[in-house]
């Protein structure tokens, strides 16, 4: 039954879905590209190329290479705060593609040598030419991330990694940080004031 209905509506469906992932795929936009970091990227700024529109996935002028070894380690800064739901990756059908991902939250700056702390979520990887495959970040863990790091410690076994994609899903917001900061501080003395006017109020008649 399954199999009949996506042969009957299959066509409209692929075309509607690719046409969504385009729209869906748009967290690169809220990418503080200026503080990003690609670590062991063999081309400095290279690492920043590989976050564009779905569209540019196929694109094979622009990609990030691991330099020393296999590994790569993205810092990635968002422009507000992010509730992050999918992510995409497309290398080359060989063995340089990244056989594993690494996810840190809210851990700005990392390196190299802050690694070996556990990761918030971790993904077995395959290989994947087209950018065809989604990863489900763990919605509660990452639904409020500000600042994402990926790390990508092997390949399939060649002697360094190659990236052409990486498309990230989820819902934006903007960040209002001192706003808030400043709402919370401030409300409490009102809080207080209003409690103290009840008791005043409570007591008076008693009086």
């Not at 290989?127 to 065809?132: A, E, P, V």
């Not at 409020?144 to 190659?162: C, D, I, Q, R, Y």
């Not at 990236?163 to 706003?179: A, D, S």
């Amino acid at each position: 039954m399954p199999h009949s209905h996506c042969h009957g509506h299959g066509h409209d469906h692929d075309h509607v879905n690719v046409e969504e992932l385009g729209i869906q795929y748009n967290l690169f936009q809220k990418i503080d590209k200026d503080n990003l970091q690609c670590l062991n990227e063999s081309v400095e700024g290279a690492g920043k190329t590989v976050f564009k529109a779905w569209d540019q996935r196929l694109d094979r002028e622009q990609y990030v290479e691991s330099d020393a070894d296999e590994e790569l380690l993205f810092n990635i800064p968002f422009t507000g705060n992010v509730k992050l739901k999918g992510i995409r990756i497309a290398s080359e059908d060989t063995e340089s593609h990244p056989a594993k991902l690494r996810l840190f939250k809210n851990k700005p700056n990392m390196t190299f040598d802050d690694v070996s702390m556990e990761p918030d979520q971790e993904f077995e990887l395959q290989k994947d030419t087209d950018g065809m495959l989604e990863y489900n970040p763990k919605i509660v863990t990452f639904s409020s991330v500000t600042h994402l790091t990926m790390h990508f410690p092997s390949n399939f076994g060649a002697e360094s990694t190659k990236i052409y994609y990486i498309g990230l899903k989820g819902e934006w917001t903007p960040g209002h940080k001192h706003g808030v900061t400043i709402c919370t501080y401030e409300s409490r003395p009102m809080i207080d004031d209003h409690k103290l006017k009840n008791l005043d109020s409570v007591h008076k008649p008693v009086d």
